[in-house]
């Protein structure tokens, strides 16, 4: 009797590396990638090396967008040291999410940033004359401080927005009322913890994440491509992700200090 071995598919599995803080600035490049990857006869399957602490909601929304279009053409898996946030909300666009015992991940929530800097101006002495038309139009301006109308009013976007992600978890990640309640609270878990709440699949390193992707498409795992934005765009990305939570947060409201933003941080 003869035993044949299974030969392997030929092809590759592309590896996909996102870190830092989630910006359009950060994001642009990577849609790009993410299509590639997508239109490519080649890639038979893609694994996401996920380093985020969040950033901008939309830029999050856009990115797991793409992430969901990706997962519908190819097996996606996405293996983290960081999901936190709108990191996690990228990640639960993949079949599976992956990550050694000590990452952390969840951080299911928004905040609502508005610098205000109304006092500074007026112990200095500046005064700012506005002419607009719409009651709300000066309301997100910093030199302002909001009314209670326009308080209530971004409390409500922030709530929509909040549903929004608690929606999305529940559903890509299978969790049921009680299940999403418990993750749903803006607290950062341990992926072992992230196993025992539905946020994590299984704990493993790197290596194994590329073994479990090779093995559902049979790829050898030896066949793993980064997929990289032009060595130019990366240093830059480099730059801006840097800082990790506070200065990561600190940054982006510097970078946007003239309007107030919801964030996914």
Known sequence: MWFFKRKKRRGIIALIPISGVISM???????????????????????????????????????????????EKKPLYA?????????????????KILAPPSAMV?????????????GIMKKVGIKVEIGKEGKFKDDGLFFTESTPD??????????????????????????????????????????????ELGLVDELTDLRGAKDKIAELTKVHSERVVTFRPRRSLLSSLVE????????????????????PEIYYM
């Open 240 to 259: 801006r992700g840097v800082s990790r939570w506070v200065g990561g947060v600190i940054r982006v409201a510097v970078e946007d200090f003239y309007r």
């Open 25 to 71: 600035k950060m994001v642009d490049p990577y849609l790009e990638i993410i299509e590639r990857a997508e239109k490519s006869k080649k890639v038979k399957g893609v694994l996401l090396n996920l380093s985020s602490q969040g950033g901008s909601v939309t830029a999050t929304e856009v990115l797991y967008m793409a992430l969901k279009r990706l997962a």
């Open 106 to 118: 969840g951080s299911i929530g928004v905040i609502y940033i508005k610098p205000v800097i109304s």
């Open 79 to 95: 293996w983290t040291t960081l999901a936190a946030s709108g990191g996690y909300y990228a990640a639960c666009a993949a079949e």
């Open 150 to 195: 326009g308080k209530k009013r971004m409390a409500a976007i922030n709530s929509e927005v909040y549903k929004g992600f608690v929606k999305v978890v529940s559903e890509e990640r299978g969790l049921d009322k009680k299940g999403t309640e418990a993750v749903a609270t803006g607290e950062i878990f341990t992926a072992r913890r992230g196993v």
